[in-house]
């Protein structure tokens, strides 16, 4: 490949934000949004326990996955597929930190709100090699679940050689959305129809490995893996609009292969679900007190787009290829994100309605102020500390 001059990528980039402003691109902030000050607060000392983190102990965001995570096309101009190959980090729904909260809702940003000296949200359009634009956004345009093994260990390089990150003793949040790209080739690779010993699939063992290594290396650690999407809904966003399925013929091989059915397309969703869910039901990343691993399963029930109207796909929710989610749609999901992690664990809503921005972000709990874990969900008194204000 013909390397492109930085100075043209740079007019490419500056004309695509010229025009997005121009445009008035369409967003979901949270202005004014608080809570209570005894769930702002952090701890009076810092917490050991995975179990007593506060939202204002964790310091340090991070982030593993897929163009969705890298928030390819979420600044795009409407009717300019081209400029999806950029990637808009500062807009991701995990970890974006281009606007305030206010303006554009993302986990990293509701979390300022409790820690304004938050270190790791990505800002600004670039790849995952440039921190100054990325710095904890480890995401990979096509990306599969193998993939987020390297992201792990490059993740954990970072973190160990950044003068502002003190890897033993900062709480640090990562954030893990992995699998479209899986589903995008599962059709034609025998690799990804596999399954390993103990009856757990590639996908499965793919996350595990890459949370192992972030479990080895990372003392003071929340995994927050936001469960699989039914990408099923696609090809009701395809129907009838010929531009979008022919950009998807291109961008997900399986996803336009009318043999591969829709109820198989579920399945596989639902197969990959299922894994996600095993690795947290059966505590494999319990067994030391200063890691732990959630799943926030709010995408698992979601049969349906979002809708402008009855029947009608509201397509402001995705980037002009149909696919990848715009900056509303970033600022959409960031609030469900956000709205599932406060959730104890076993009580979190499995389906969301994405037609509704009304929804508004939710406070942590008074009575359980931590994040909530499999274990503080089920005995919050036993993981129970002081905040600052006690």
Same mark, same amino acid.
């Given at each position: 490949?013909?390397?492109?001059?930085?100075?043209?990528?740079?007019?490419?980039?500056? &004309?695509? =934000?010229?025009?997005?402003?121009?445009?008035?691109?369409?967003?979901?902030?949270?202005?004014?949004?608080?809570?209570?000050?005894?769930?702002?607060?952090?701890?009076?000392?810092?917490?050991?326990?995975?179990?007593?983190?506060?939202?204002?102990?964790?310091?340090?965001? %991070?982030?593993?996955?897929?163009?969705?995570?890298?928030?390819? %096309?979420?600044?795009?101009?409407?009717?300019?597929?081209?400029?999806?190959?950029?990637?808009?980090?500062?807009?991701?729904?995990?970890?974006?930190?281009?606007?305030?909260?206010?303006?554009?809702?993302?986990?990293?940003?509701?979390?300022?709100?409790? !820690?304004?000296?938050?270190? @790791?949200?990505?800002?600004?359009?670039?790849?995952?090699?440039?921190?100054?634009?990325?710095?904890?956004?480890?995401?990979?345009?096509?990306?599969?679940?193998?993939?987020?093994?390297?992201?792990?260990?490059?993740?954990?390089?970072?973190?160990?050689?950044?003068?502002?990150? !003190?890897?033993?003793?900062?709480?640090?949040?990562?954030?893990?959305?992995?699998?479209?790209?899986?589903? *995008?080739?599962?059709?034609?690779?025998?690799?990804?129809?596999?399954?390993?010993?103990?009856?757990?699939?590639?996908?499965?063992?793919?996350?595990?490995?890459?949370?192992?290594? =972030?479990?080895?290396?990372?003392?003071?650690?929340?995994?927050? =893996?936001?469960?699989?999407? !039914?990408?099923?809904?696609?090809?009701?966003?395809?129907?009838?609009?010929?531009? *979008?399925?022919?950009?998807?013929?291109?961008?997900?091989? *399986?996803?336009?292969?009318?043999?591969?059915?829709?109820?198989?397309?579920?399945?596989? *969703?639902?197969?990959?679900?299922?894994?996600?869910?095993?690795?947290?039901?059966? @505590?494999?990343?319990?067994?030391?007190?200063?890691?732990?691993?959630?799943?926030?399963?709010?995408?698992?029930?979601?049969?349906?787009?979002?809708?402008?109207?009855?029947?009608?796909?509201?397509?402001?929710?995705?980037?002009?290829?149909?696919?990848?989610?715009?900056?509303?749609?970033?600022?959409?999901?960031?609030?469900?994100?956000?709205?599932?992690?406060?959730?104890?664990?076993?009580?979190?809503?499995?389906?969301?309605?994405?037609?509704?921005? &009304?929804?508004?972000?939710?406070?942590?709990?008074?009575?359980?102020?931590?994040?909530?874990?499999?274990?503080?969900?089920? !005995?919050?008194?036993?993981?129970?500390?002081?905040?600052?204000?006690?």
């Amino acid at each position: 490949m013909t390397k492109i001059p930085q100075s043209f990528t740079l007019y490419v980039v500056s &004309t695509v =934000l010229l025009c997005s402003v121009a445009y008035g691109l369409k967003d979901l902030g949270a202005p004014n949004w608080s809570c209570d000050a005894s769930v702002m607060a952090k701890s009076k000392k810092v917490p050991t326990s995975a179990h007593s983190v506060r939202f204002a102990d964790i310091k340090v965001i %991070g982030a593993l996955g897929d163009s969705l995570t890298a928030a390819n %096309g979420a600044g795009a101009p409407p009717g300019d597929p081209l400029a999806v190959i950029l990637q808009y980090r500062g807009l991701a729904f995990q970890i974006g930190g281009d606007k305030s909260l206010d303006e554009h809702i993302t986990v990293a940003n509701v979390l300022r709100k409790f !820690n304004p000296n938050l270190v @790791g949200a990505s800002k600004g359009i670039g790849s995952e090699n440039v921190w100054e634009v990325a710095h904890l956004n480890m995401g990979v345009p096509g990306a599969e679940s193998k993939d987020i093994i390297g992201q792990a260990r490059a993740l954990v390089n970072t973190m160990h050689s950044h003068s502002e990150i !003190n890897v033993k003793e900062d709480w640090k949040l990562v954030n893990i959305f992995i699998g479209a790209n899986d589903i *995008c080739v599962y059709c034609e690779d025998p690799y990804f129809n596999s399954t390993a010993p103990h009856g757990k699939t590639t996908f499965e063992n793919n996350i595990i490995a890459a949370v192992k290594i =972030l479990h080895d290396n990372l003392p003071r650690t929340i995994v927050s =893996l936001t469960g699989m999407f !039914n990408m099923r809904m696609l090809r009701k966003i395809d129907k009838k609009k010929y531009f *979008c399925e022919g950009l998807h013929t291109f961008e997900c091989d *399986c996803e336009s292969n009318q043999k591969f059915t829709d109820d198989d397309i579920q399945g596989v *969703c639902f197969g990959y679900m299922d894994g996600e869910k095993d690795i947290q039901t059966t @505590g494999l990343f319990d067994d030391k007190d200063d890691f732990t691993f959630v799943v926030q399963p709010f995408f698992n029930g979601i049969l349906d787009p979002p809708y402008a109207s009855p029947g009608v796909v509201d397509m402001t929710f995705f980037a002009p290829d149909c696919f990848h989610f715009s900056a509303y749609g970033h600022g959409n999901i960031g609030m469900h994100l956000w709205n599932t992690i406060v959730q104890p664990v076993g009580f979190k809503q499995t389906s969301v309605n994405l037609s509704d921005p &009304t929804v508004g972000l939710h406070c942590p709990s008074t009575s359980c102020p931590f994040f909530p874990t499999t274990k503080n969900s089920k !005995n919050c008194a036993a993981h129970f500390t002081l905040s600052e204000l006690d």
